[in-house]
């Protein structure tokens, strides 16, 4: 029985080795066949949750635009999603993931599942909506989650877009235990898409690094901002994220839209990613300010569809 | 075999006068039940379409609260349903409707089936949403038609609303033929619903008539304006309208909404029912000119909570 403390504690060590060394092994020689050296900055500026308004698509397409924000990812299940299917359709260059979306987190404005709903029971709510949000009682069912994430990729894929990688909306997929880790590894695999995976997160959470293969691209960083930063401080976190950007992959998780009419009644119950939020988000990553920091800073962006391709040298 | 047309046409004859007599009686007692003379002119200014923009749930409201714009009809199936939904809840005396919906007719902004999908597969197209549109090869299975009115009635009840009246969006299930209208009368039947119809209707559609029951509420006329109407003769025509309307319950059918970017991107495929039109509406409907109008002409309103109420007395 005494030994049981030592032996977990090795485990973690080695386990702790392992990933780190899988890691640096990983994104160093990512850097080096990106044609960077081993010690560069490289950035991906990723804007989250394409498709879940109007807003949030004009925004993003706009700030894609300025070249500024270079990758996004899309929410199948959402109302505005067909308007930026037809974007990406017609803008094939476009860094375009999914945000494998299993939630419907808003409270005047919702969706549900693309599966037939009553194939996926665990994931609904009585009115046929996703949950609001995962408490302890809520029961998620692998195999729905499973069937739901191969709904969203396939109709993402039927409706023309082509997408570069993926993700998990409000990081549900890595949160919630192995089983549902390992559905959106095998859906990735299967579907030949790399996965955002940070190594910030491993130690953390020993499954998601048990579950990878050597194939997986792990990113060495990644950058959000946090609702204790106050509004009139928003650029000077961004600033001195810039300012401090580590050595490796980093990729900055950001949420975009305009604070018009439509996004603020969408998000009116809380602030927090809500239409100042966003709106603030969009003004930084577009100004001239931001665009001057990265040359100033020798900050080298990268998409995911480059990374895939290094990836696979 | 020569015959027959003669039969045909007593037929007609026959069925046109009880339909006549039918509708009068039960309108002239209508007018009388709701306090008014049977000369009275009865109007019910109607918004269609709540639930499917934000902005169309704001306009309406708006609309509502100023006495002008008296009555409404929910699209349950639609992404702010949940929003209009809640105003429902706490504005019991509002006078909501449920606008059965079984279309998805814009392009980039879309909406499918409140029944699993896989129970309705007659009415989804290949990615899962509602039709858009009802072509001669569209084969819509009346059963799921049934299911998926039921549904969407059951979860506008399930999130707090108790409807005043039935109709039915871009007017599906009068115009397909008896089989889906009876499903509509049948559950209107069920929930003890009344369902809009008007007089005007009935002779192009026998089997709109044969179908009622003598409880039926059926309206003289209705009204709404017809895409050939120049925009800047929208005001003019309502005013004839009211000018020229005529004794006995009329429901003016008016589309409301705000020109702004939401609605403009939802219906930016083609200008009928569009912003700019459902901005025209509201601007029309709430003016002073209306409100003088409707005082100058003595014209009466009513509300289908009202109707109801009156046509069980």
Not at 220 to 239: L, M, Q, R, S
Request: net charge negative.
């Amino acid at each position: 029985m005494n030994r049981k403390p030592i032996s977990v504690l090795l485990l973690f060590l080695l386990a702790g080795a392992f990933l780190n060394a899988h890691a640096q092994s990983n994104t160093e020689s990512l850097a080096e066949k990106l044609g960077f050296s081993r010690d560069a900055r490289i950035l991906i500026v990723h804007a989250d949750d394409v498709g879940v308004t109007h807003s949030v698509d004009a925004a993003t397409i706009k700030a894609l635009e300025t070249g500024l924000v270079n990758s996004a990812s899309i929410m199948v299940p959402c109302p505005w999603f067909p308007e930026i299917a037809d974007f990406a359709k017609t803008h094939p260059g476009a860094d375009f993931g999914l945000h494998l979306t299993l939630t419907s987190e808003r409270v005047y404005y919702r969706w549900g599942p693309v599966a037939a709903k009553d194939k996926v029971p665990s994931l609904v709510d009585e009115n046929g909506y996703f949950h609001h949000d995962w408490t302890p009682a809520t029961r998620i069912n692998p195999k729905e989650v499973e069937l739901e994430l191969r709904a969203q990729i396939d109709r993402a894929y039927a409706m023309g877009i082509h997408p570069t990688h993926l993700d998990s909306h409000q990081y549900r997929l890595y949160e919630n235990g192995q089983d549902l880790f390992e559905v959106l590894l095998r859906v990735a695999h299967d579907y030949k898409l790399p996965v955002f995976l940070a190594r910030d997160w491993l130690a953390d959470r020993p499954y998601l690094e048990s579950s990878l293969s050597p194939a997986d691209i792990v990113l060495d960083h990644t950058i959000t901002i946090d609702p204790g930063v106050p509004p009139e401080n928003w650029a000077d976190f961004y600033k001195t994220a810039l300012k401090n950007l580590q050595p490796g992959l980093t990729e900055f998780v950001i949420h975009l839209a305009f604070a018009d009419d439509e996004m603020k009644a969408a998000t009116r119950e809380r602030d927090t990613w809500g239409a100042a939020w966003r709106q603030r988000d969009f003004d930084f990553f577009t100004s001239p300010a931001f665009r001057q920091l990265l040359r100033e800073q020798n900050i080298k962006l990268v998409t995911w569809r480059e990374l895939a391709h290094a990836a696979q040298q």
